[in-house]
């Protein structure tokens, strides 16, 4: 399969559903070799064999993001097969309770903490020294509006996404003078998504945008460029 993106290799968290499944196969489409992760290996052996089925071309490694020991050994496998990595999409997250902030558990914002940031930590450190062998690397961290918009009873998320914005954009601007890697934030928006319908259960999925729309807004953005600490707001 031919596309911009043939010949290069990229890397998607939370591959085995919704945003992260769609963004794999959109990027596998234009050419790209994809490296699907997610816990489930059932899904990401469906996302892999559509590609596959596709023409495209993949390979699953089933991890737990929150055991950063796994992520370590991950780079270093990728690192044996590849010299480089093009792409990496940090996708993977997990939305929690929604609560007042005095009732957050305690317990489950250290696992959603773990997951939402500090995973995505351990997958930069992993992967910065293939990104940087890389003449064109990008670096894409999926946020919500959350993230710079408080909202009541999302404290715990939003939390999370406000300091993977600041991290990932903290990185931006210390490899700016470098040709890569170049970093970009995406906020998908209100998206048909199983963590969507999680948070609001009485919400027709008919009225929102397909996983699809965010990919092919992802893939748009790779095509046309942008400058390190970019942000997309992907609207409807």
């Known amino acids: 399969m031919t596309?911009?993106?043939?010949?290069?290799?990229a890397l998607v968290t939370g591959a085995s559903r919704g945003i992260g499944a769609a963004t794999a196969e959109a990027l596998a489409r234009e050419g790209a070799h994809v490296v699907l992760t997610a816990r489930t290996t059932g899904g990401l052996e469906e996302v892999e064999d559509r590609i596959h089925q596709a023409?495209?071309?993949?390979t699953i490694a089933p991890l737990d993001l929150?055991?950063?020991?796994?992520?370590?050994r991950?780079?270093?496998a990728i690192a044996?097969?590849?010299d480089a990595m093009d792409l990496l999409?940090?996708?993977?997250?997990?939305?929690?309770?929604l609560t007042p902030v005095p009732h957050i558990d305690a317990k489950e914002f250290s696992?959603?903490?773990t997951l939402n940031l500090l995973a995505q930590h351990a997958m930069i450190t992993a992967f910065?020294?293939?990104?940087r062998k890389s003449s064109q690397a990008r670096v894409l961290a999926v946020t919500s509006s959350v993230g710079r918009h408080p909202r009541a009873y999302w404290g715990a998320y939003g939390a999370s996404k406000a300091a993977l914005e600041t991290l990932l954009l903290s990185y931006a601007d210390e490899t700016r003078n470098f040709p890569s890697p170049k970093v970009a934030i995406i906020d998908p928006g209100a998206t048909a998504t199983q963590m969507r319908a999680r948070a609001f259960p009485g919400e027709d999925p008919a009225t929102l945008k397909p996983p699809s729309s965010v990919a092919e807004a992802i893939v748009n953005l790779l095509k046309s460029g942008f400058e390190t600490g970019h942000r997309l707001d992907v609207r409807a």
């Open 3 to 9: 596309g911009f993106l043939g010949g290069q290799v």
């Open 80 to 82: 044996e097969r590849w």
């Open 55 to 58: 023409g495209g071309s993949a």
């Open 74 to 76: 991950l780079g270093a």
């Open 89 to 97: 999409v940090l996708n993977a997250a997990m939305l929690g309770t």
């Open 66 to 72: 929150t055991d950063g020991d796994s992520i370590a």
């Open 111 to 113: 696992k959603l903490l």
């Open 128 to 131: 910065d020294p293939m990104l």
